[in-house]
């Protein structure tokens, strides 16, 4: 009954995965500091002036407003903000050693549902290091970004008018190898074939799906461009690559996902590693 | 004793040969259980019969005449084949192997799906219209096989795995029904047709009515059989509307002007097949000529690779006939037929109207629980040696019965297996009785209905 998988697949291949506009609202913005005040009444000024986006309603949560990380979360979940914003290494001392976000952030993005905004840390002097321009360049990162509606709306939303979102797809070459590999010991299975064919497909999806975001950003935002890169590589690096050439302003990366891998996966690395980068983290 | 055209055979050894033929079906009736192809089975029941009929020296042995009046050499298991048949499956299967490359007929699949704007009951319609469409075009089991793959990932799609049951097992009915339409929709059909005489054009003007009315009375009791319900609020239509507009129709077309020159091709091989036995220079050729020459035509397409459409030929299916049409000519020649027919004489003598009525529902029980195309392919001998003319209702009644009884159960015809296949694909438990009780009432109504038809009309 080969002929009913042949057919099933045609027909699951046409089924493409189409993008929607998942609005969400970014009204209501927590900044948290471990500072005084001032500032963290600078911290939201600042950032308030690199987005575009509109705040309806500030909070803030200084050094004095919570002791610990149980307390800090107390406060996030009572305020319920829609977009919290703060910096990499809050509430530690080891920002100088960029391997870890600190443990409050760590917990932070796990422990709520809440989109966690994270700017570079301040320097020594408590100066807050911006990009030298507005944010204007939007990137999604992702694993996998077919279907991911959520991560790509984030990300639009965050894309001023005239500005541009750079969609794009790393299909780990690496791991494409090794299944090539184990394919090229089949004897079922023709290896040339199987690699051309699941190669055009990984890349086919992702192409799909970001020709249907440009076709919806043509037609509600046609300022906005919409750029993409779709390719094979290695994760990390590409990104890397990607993002300095390209320079982008701000990252949009999932921290959650239902098999709780994102941060297993590129997001944890990549925000470790990008220091100078605002990375909003959802 | 039995008197053959060449020789008297005692009725023992009819008897034995009759033994052979009846584990024959037997065989195949188990098929699943005996995890063996029906080539192999149909194949090894033709050796032992072919060495038998030598042992009791049944077979014509010797050089054969041509057409040039010149002895030939010709072995009796060649000469006993119907090349004509082997060539229309060969020709037909290939043809639609390499159009179906071309994306056309996924292509129809996915623009009636959109054009049912997800709605179950009008999914459940056209997909129904589309079987019977495709089944008259296509072969049964290709038909079964993308309309029920396409059934599977539409209704996942718009969340409706619930009606997938109902879906299937009324597509799976209705192959059996819309491979009545025309002479080249079933094997059943094109062995009685090429036996009796009947042309594609009478057996299509024969044929439409019954499966117009069957195809609607199947829709109005299986709408209800299987509760499929129309969308009733705006904001259902609107979600199911936005889930079926995500299908591209265009994925599968590698080539728009192959796609275009299959769709044209397609059109072009049924009105060549309709119309074979009145086209000049081509009459005499027959329909497997034109079954293979438009495949040829087709494979030019593909002229560096055609050996994997070779390669994708069911052969099984093609050595199932060869084997096959040997061991019905043996049991010819055991004067098996000639016994079998001396059976069905008391059905076809309680009168004209009648006998085709009891021939069609025995035909339909037997092909119930066995292959119908064996039964077929003896049948269609045993009416030809009782001189039936080909207008005669009981060509019909063994063309009717035949594709029909295969809907009584899942192992009736090889469609519904399909149907039964893809169920459990997605996990839908059937059992054998299950499927039996789910699709008795339709497989009544088309037996019903083909009865009365018979009797009324033919």
């Given at each position: 009954m080969t002929q009913i998988d042949q057919f099933e697949s045609v027909f699951k291949a046409a089924a493409r995965t189409p993008f929607e506009d998942l609005k969400r609202p970014w009204k209501h913005?927590?900044?948290?500091?471990?500072?005084?005040?001032?500032?963290?009444?600078?911290?939201?000024?600042?950032?308030?002036?690199?987005?575009?986006?509109?705040?309806?309603?500030?909070?803030?949560?200084?050094?004095?407003?919570?002791?610990?990380?149980?307390?800090?979360?107390?406060?996030?979940?009572?305020?319920?903000?829609?977009?919290?914003?703060?910096?990499?290494?809050?509430?530690?001392?080891?920002?100088?050693?960029?391997?870890?976000?600190g443990s409050y952030l760590d917990v932070l993005t796990q422990?709520?549902?809440?989109?966690?905004?994270?700017?570079?840390?301040?320097?020594?002097?408590?100066?807050?290091?911006?990009?030298?321009?507005?944010?204007r360049d939007v990137m999604a990162v992702t694993n996998h970004l077919t279907g991911d509606n959520a991560l790509v709306s984030a990300a639009l939303d965050f894309t001023p008018a005239q500005g541009q979102l750079w969609l794009t797809h790393v299909e780990e070459q690496q791991h494409f190898e090794r299944y090539m590999e184990i394919v090229s010991k089949i004897p079922q299975i023709e290896t040339q074939q199987a690699r051309e064919l699941i190669q055009a497909r990984l890349l086919k999806e992702p192409t799909d799906y970001i020709e249907s975001v440009k076709a919806h950003v043509t037609a509600h935002n046609p300022t906005i461009k919409v750029s993409s890169w779709v390719g094979m590589g290695h994760r990390l690096s590409e990104y890397k690559n990607l993002i300095q050439t390209h320079h982008i302003d701000l990252l949009v990366m999932n921290t959650k996902d239902d098999d709780q891998l994102a941060m297993a996966g590129m997001a944890y690395p990549l925000a470790v590693e990008l220091t100078q980068i605002p990375i909003l983290m959802l | 004793m039995t008197e053959t055209a060449h020789h008297l055979v005692p009725l023992s050894t009819s008897l034995t040969f009759l033994g052979f033929l009846v584990l024959m079906i037997l065989a195949l009736a188990f098929e699943e259980k005996i995890h063996a192809k029906k080539s192999l089975i149909v194949g090894l029941f033709a050796i032992v019969t072919l060495v038998l009929g030598q042992v009791f020296h049944l077979l014509p042995i010797g050089p054969m005449l041509n057409v040039f009046g010149e002895k030939m050499e010709i072995p009796v298991y060649v000469s006993a084949v119907d090349w004509g048949v082997i060539?229309?499956?060969?020709?037909?299967?290939?043809?639609?192997?390499?159009?179906?490359?071309?994306?056309?007929?996924?292509?129809?699949?996915?623009?009636?799906?959109?054009?049912?704007?997800?709605?179950?009951?009008?999914?459940?319609?056209?997909?129904?219209?589309?079987?019977?469409?495709?089944?008259?075009?296509?072969?049964?089991?290709?038909?079964?096989i993308i309309v029920g793959s396409l059934t599977g990932v539409s209704l996942k799609k718009l969340n409706r795995?619930?009606?997938?049951?109902?879906?299937?097992?009324?597509?799976?009915?209705?192959?059996?029904?819309?491979?009545?339409?025309?002479?080249?929709?079933?094997?059943?059909?094109?062995?009685?047709?090429?036996?009796?005489?009947?042309?594609?054009?009478?057996?299509?003007?024969?044929?439409?009515?019954?499966?117009?009315?069957?195809t609607f009375a199947t829709l109005m009791v299986g709408k209800k059989l299987f509760g499929i319900k129309g969308l009733t609020s705006d904001q259902e239509r609107a979600e199911a509307a936005k889930l079926v507009a995500s299908f591209d129709e265009r994925d599968g077309i590698k080539s728009h002007g192959f796609f275009k020159f299959s769709g044209v091709m397609t059109v072009l091989f049924i009105l060549a097949i309709a119309t074979t036995s009145v086209l000049p220079f081509v009459s005499g050729l027959g329909m497997g000529f034109v079954a293979l020459s438009f495949a040829a035509i087709m494979l030019v397409r593909f002229k560096a690779s055609v050996d994997q459409f070779y390669k994708a030929i069911d052969w099984d299916l093609v050595g199932f006939f060869v084997a096959l049409f040997v061991v019905i000519n043996v049991m010819e020649h055991a004067q098996v037929l000639a016994l079998i027919g001396q059976g069905i004489a008391p059905i076809l003598g309680a009168g004209e109207r009648l006998g085709s009525g009891l021939l069609l529902i025995v035909s339909a029980l037997v092909s119930s629980v066995?292959?119908?195309?064996?039964?077929?392919?003896?049948?269609?001998?045993?009416?030809?040696?009782?001189?039936?003319?080909?207008?005669?209702?009981?060509?019909?009644?063994?063309?009717?019965?035949?594709?029909?009884?295969?809907?009584?159960?899942?192992?009736?015809?090889?469609?519904?297996?399909?149907?039964?296949?893809?169920?459990?694909?997605?996990?839908?438990?059937?059992?054998?009785v299950g499927f039996i009780k789910a699709s008795f009432p339709l497989a009544v109504i088309h037996l019903v209905l083909a009865t009365a038809y018979v009797l009324i009309f033919l």
């Open positions: 913005w927590l900044f948290i500091s471990d500072r005084d005040a001032d500032f963290t009444q600078r911290l939201g000024d600042q950032t308030a002036h690199f987005l575009s986006i509109v705040c309806h309603q500030r909070s803030t949560l200084t050094q004095a407003d919570y002791q610990a990380l149980g307390d800090l979360l107390e406060k996030v979940n009572t305020l319920n903000p829609d977009l919290i914003l703060t910096y990499r290494n809050l509430k530690t001392d080891n920002w100088k050693w960029p391997y870890s976000l422990a709520t549902t809440i989109p966690v905004l994270v700017l570079p840390h301040p320097d020594p002097s408590g100066q807050l290091s911006f990009p030298e321009t507005d944010c | 060539t229309i499956i060969l020709g037909s299967s290939l043809f639609v192997d390499v159009s179906s490359q071309s994306g056309l007929f996924s292509w129809i699949a996915i623009k009636l799906t959109k054009a049912s704007k997800g709605d179950p009951l009008k999914l459940y319609i056209y997909y129904a219209l589309m079987t019977v469409l495709f089944s008259a075009v296509l072969n049964n089991v290709t038909a079964m795995s619930n009606y997938l049951l109902g879906f299937l097992l009324t597509q799976g009915l209705l192959t059996n029904v819309g491979g009545l339409l025309t002479l080249i929709s079933s094997v059943p059909n094109i062995i009685i047709g090429q036996t009796a005489g009947i042309s594609f054009v009478r057996f299509f003007l024969v044929a439409a009515p019954y499966v117009a009315i069957s066995t292959d119908n195309i064996p039964l077929s392919a003896m049948l269609a001998k045993i009416l030809a040696g009782m001189d039936q003319g080909k207008d005669a209702a009981s060509w019909w009644s063994v063309v009717f019965g035949a594709n029909l009884g295969g809907n009584l159960t899942p192992i009736g015809s090889a469609s519904t297996l399909v149907a039964v296949t893809i169920m459990h694909k997605h996990e839908l438990k059937l059992s054998f």
